[in-house]
């Protein structure tokens, strides 16, 4: 918890271009930790050992969003796997995260394209498009643009020479 919040503060503070997407994806990462310490502490089991089953929907939602990213992460077929009506999907998302689903599952996967991108150097644009989950590298580039500010590879190439821990602070 104490990492994100310096990531959060960290981004704020230098607010360079895309900084509202990361903070967002680094926000949603923190409401669903401090959840599951919230109920972990509640039931009286320690973090860590804390069954997955009594996950909220959302927190449940969340780890397969992160476990599944390449695959189909649309409403009604994650909605199917947790046996919930697609609407009772997006209407939890929205209330307890403030976003709805398909806006979490778009920031987990640009976010984990960031990270493609700089930790596979030889990993081509039309791969980690394909990695993360989205169909085309023509929207890919398009939706990683309007959040991120920059295309995928302009991105690769302004972060490629720093380190992946000193990318983060690069003006």
């Not at 992460?73 to 995260?97: D, G, K, M, N, Q």
């Not at 644009?125 to 394909?130: G, L």
Request: hydrophobic share 40%.
């Amino acid at each position: 918890v104490r990492a994100l919040c310096s990531a959060i503060d960290e981004e704020v503070r230098q607010a360079k271009q895309g900084w509202q997407t990361s903070v967002l994806g680094l926000m949603l990462q923190l409401v669903v930790e401090l959840k599951r310490s919230v109920a972990a502490q509640d039931a009286g089991v320690p973090k860590s050992s804390a069954p997955k089953p009594e996950l909220g929907l959302v927190q449940a939602c969340a780890q397969y969003v992160s476990a599944h990213l390449a695959d189909d992460l649309s409403p009604p077929a994650v909605a199917s796997v947790f046996y919930v009506s697609r609407e009772h999907l997006t209407r939890s998302f929205r209330r307890e995260i403030g976003v709805s689903f398909s806006q979490y599952v778009t920031v987990r996967r640009v976010e984990e394209a960031k990270r493609l991108l700089l930790a596979c150097p030889d990993m081509n644009v039309t791969h980690v498009a394909d990695a993360v989950g989205f169909r085309t590298v023509q929207h890919f580039c398009r939706v990683f643009r309007n959040m991120v500010g920059e295309t995928p590879t302009e991105y690769r190439q302004r972060h490629a020479k720093c380190p992946i821990g000193t990318a983060q602070r690069l003006v």
